[in-house]
């Protein structure tokens, strides 16, 4: 069993701690309710949004992945509102309002992580696919960087480096299930984005597959790659040390 990774903190924290510990916490905070809320929403647009809508009119198409949107929200409430008044139909414009208003709540919170990270580390926000909750949710997680004395050590805390699975003469790894799931994912969401618009990522992915691994194993090795950059931009940030 791996030895859990410790931190060493001071009896007294000085005030530059305490204020960076605030920091931090504040990141987490709001991070975690942009991620509830933005579940919250898309259960309520795929289950009842999307069954009421389609009991109105089959022949209306209500995109799920459009509601976000502030301005396809108004154009369902404007074909709701022409419609008769009956019960589904108010059931309807309450979950277009709900819709509305879980949206608007996203794009603040969003904004509003923007600035922190900017604050914080505005390095990381540079990284390709690294929008404002990817960027926070590492930020939150990691904690000041001093915590790790390699990308090796952050790799495995969160997950990402594969465990040694060698037997006899065949050398083998396997996938790490454990550590920080936060992380883990937080670097999938930035791994995947990169593999379809990044042309530096996509061209190791090609170059990892043309090797012989899957793509699962390529997306694998992109985000052992990827903690290396960000363990390596946190360590330049004088605010984080």
Known sequence: MRSPLREQRSASPSLGGRIQANRFSAISSCSSTTVMISSTSGAERSSAFAGTCTK????????????????????????????????????????????????????????????????????????????????????????????????????????????????????????????????NAALYRVAITQARYHPAARA???????????RREAIRCLKRLLVRVVFNTLKASPALT
Request: glycine letters at 6%; aromatic letters at 2%.
């Open 56 to 183: 109105l009119d089959p022949t209306f198409a209500v995109p799920l992945r459009m509601l976000g949107r502030l301005s396809h929200l108004e154009r369902v409430s404007r074909w709701l509102a022409r419609r008769d008044q009956e019960l589904q139909v108010r059931l309807a414009r309450e979950l277009v309002t709900r819709c509305r208003s879980l949206t608007r709540a996203i794009v603040e919170l969003d904004r509003e992580l923007e600035q922190r990270t900017a604050e914080t580390a505005p390095a990381l926000l540079e990284l390709p696919g690294c929008a404002a909750v990817p960027a926070a949710k590492p930020l939150a997680e990691i904690g000041p960087s001093d915590r790790f004395r390699s990308d090796a050590q952050l790799a495995r805390h969160g997950g990402v480096a594969p465990l040694e699975a060698s037997s006899g003469r065949v050398q083998r790894h396997r996938l790490d299930r454990g550590g920080n799931r936060q992380l």
């Open 204 to 214: 190791y992915l090609e170059r990892k597959q043309a090797e012989g691994k899957s």
